[in-house]
């Protein structure tokens, strides 16, 4: 697999609802040059079943912690797994614009 220009990195804890829209929207983008990485923070809601409908997925890694961590926590250890030039933060509860992984890295190109 070539190595993806941008990393996405997801975290849900308690957003179980939510969290199969955020995925979509990274899924439906309009570039194709990403990974996304869904860390589950020891959610107990319907996280766990909403990423592992999506393990089979190349494009997608897949994390759980075992314990709750802070978001400074998470964000280092989504740094550590990251294989992308650039890395961005998508919210459990939260969706992008099919457009903003093209638009992002268009510019940070720039």
Do not use: H
Request: hydrophobic share 35%; proline share 2%; aromatic share 10%.
């Amino acid at each position: 697999m070539t190595k993806p220009k941008i990393t996405v990195y997801c975290i849900s804890q308690k957003y179980g609802q939510y969290l199969e829209q955020a995925v979509e929207s990274v899924l439906q983008q309009t570039t194709d040059n990403w990974e996304l990485l869904l860390i589950d923070n020891a959610s107990v809601d319907k996280t766990a079943s909403v990423i592992k409908y999506y393990q089979n997925d190349s494009r997608v890694r897949t994390f759980r912690l075992q314990e709750s961590k802070n978001l400074p926590s998470i964000c280092n250890f989504a740094v550590e797994k990251a294989n992308g030039d650039y890395l961005i933060r998508l919210d459990g509860d939260d969706f992008f614009d099919e457009n903003i992984l093209l638009i992002l890295a268009n510019w940070l190109d720039r």
